[in-house]
């Protein structure tokens, strides 16, 4: 009877140590799987960390982009601004360069033709006055009945002396207005072709 109960005893403490090991099997699975899933998660922390710091330094370094093309924006439009004053200021001077220029060539053109009909009037006068007249004298005295234009009409009336050089003083004014109108045409479409680029 002892040896029954002392068989008994060990068989159930081989049942209770089976059962024991069984159970820390168990746990040392479990255990592994815990720290897997710990490690897993912390390296999924450490990631998320990792894509928080990199999004930071980017949000970080686009503010700071904005904060130069916000700068950068002012300092176009004051600049546009300033252009577009000074374009116009230039079209006003340019458009008032070409007025006077056209008027003052009008001006040489009408002062032309007054002169040129003159000197021609007076010419053929004074031939005709030669021509009925034999004295020099008498040629003189005719000549002194011309209109009185401030020269001298015996020159003018030969179409050489003062006659030619004042008509090719006012030619030439004449050619210099016409330069001035062509080049600040010329210069003001340039410019504002330049400028219209520049705006773009």
């Known amino acids: 009877k002892v ?3 002392i068989s008994g005893l060990i ?3 081989e049942s209770k140590a089976g059962e024991a090991s069984d159970h820390k099997e168990f746990c040392d699975k479990n255990v592994a799987k815990q720290e897997e899933a710990r490690d897993a998660a912390s390296t999924e922390v450490t990631r998320l960390n990792i894509a928080l710091a990199s999004g930071e330094a980017t949000r970080d370094q686009l503010a700071e982009e904005i904060d130069t093309l916000s700068t ?3 300092e176009l439009s004051t600049a546009k601004t300033e252009a577009e004053t000074l374009r116009a200021d230039e079209a006003a001077e340019a458009k008032k360069t070409v007025t ?3 008027e003052g060539k009008e001006a040489v053109e009408k002062a032309l033709g007054v002169l040129t009909t003159y000197y021609d009037e ?8 030669k021509a009925k007249l034999p004295t020099a004298q008498n040629a003189t005295g005719a000549a002194e009945d011309a209109p009185d234009a401030g020269f001298d009409d015996s020159k003018a009336y030969t179409g050489g002396g003062e006659s030619s050089t004042v008509l090719g003083l006012l030619e030439v004014i004449k ?6 109108i062509t080049d600040t045409t010329a210069d003001e479409a340039k410019a504002d072709s330049e400028h219209q680029e520049f705006l773009k």
């Open 3 to 5: 040896k029954d109960t």
């Open 11 to 13: 068989a159930d403490m």
């Open 72 to 74: 950068q924006l002012k």
């Open 100 to 102: 006077e220029a056209t």
């Open 122 to 129: 007076a010419k053929a006068k004074q031939t005709k006055s």
């Open 175 to 180: 050619s210099d207005f016409n330069r001035t």
